[in-house]
């Protein structure tokens, strides 16, 4: 995809099974708006690294519920 657009990340994590992910921790943020707006089925997802930054313990707490993978920082 030519810019990040997360209805389309987590469409394509559905349609394609994706089990790995990366993105910066404002990527992150909108993954979980999005996710909390119109869930989809991500249950392929087994990892997910966020880079640049740290990642707020109260945004990787809700990654962890609605995703169901912890949120890794590199």
Do not use: N, W
Request: a negative charge; one cysteine or more; hydrophobic letters at 40%.
């Amino acid at each position: 995809m030519p810019a990040f657009d997360a209805p389309l990340v987590l469409d394509s994590i559905e349609r394609f099974q994706c089990s790995y992910t990366f993105g910066l921790p404002s990527m992150v943020q909108l993954l979980l708006e999005e996710q909390s707006r119109k869930p989809r089925e991500v249950r392929s997802l087994h990892t997910f690294v966020a880079g640049g930054d740290c990642v707020p313990v109260s945004t990787q707490e809700r990654f962890q519920v609605l995703f169901g993978i912890p949120v890794g920082e590199g």
